[in-house]
């Protein structure tokens, strides 16, 4: 059963910079996809941003294009978002989520970690 577990959220001041990672464990890991998601209190739970395991063709959400980076490191299992002029609006709990086919859902999660960002 494959796990996702997420570090590097925290406290940070607006305009500073975090960096997430997402390391998989738990037998053979092969997505089709790996994504960022986040949910604020009261609010969806949204896609940030996703790459290809295969090609590393990325996408990311409007809000956070031109700040926020997504990377995968194949060898070490490992996906990251680097997140850049950060903005009290970008405070959430960030999930890492993995994509198993072109055209499934993500269907494995970790368990979120916390992200603030003070003004």
């Known amino acids: 059963q494959v796990q996702l577990v997420e570090s590097g959220g925290g406290l940070v001041q607006a305009g500073g910079s975090l960096r997430l990672s997402c390391a998989a464990s738990g037998g053979t890991f092969s997505p089709y996809r790996m994504g960022w998601f986040r949910q604020a209190p009261g609010k969806e739970r949204t896609i940030v941003a996703s790459?290809?395991?295969?090609?590393?063709?990325?996408y990311y959400a409007d809000s956070v294009k031109g700040r926020f980076i997504i990377s995968r490191d194949n060898a070490k299992n490992t996906v990251n978002l680097q997140m850049n002029s950060l903005k009290p609006e970008d405070t959430a709990v960030y999930y890492c989520a993995a994509r198993v086919t072109a055209t499934g859902s993500y269907v494995y999660w970790g368990q979120g970690t916390q992200v603030t960002v003070s003004s």
């Open positions: 790459i290809s395991w295969r090609n590393g063709d990325t």
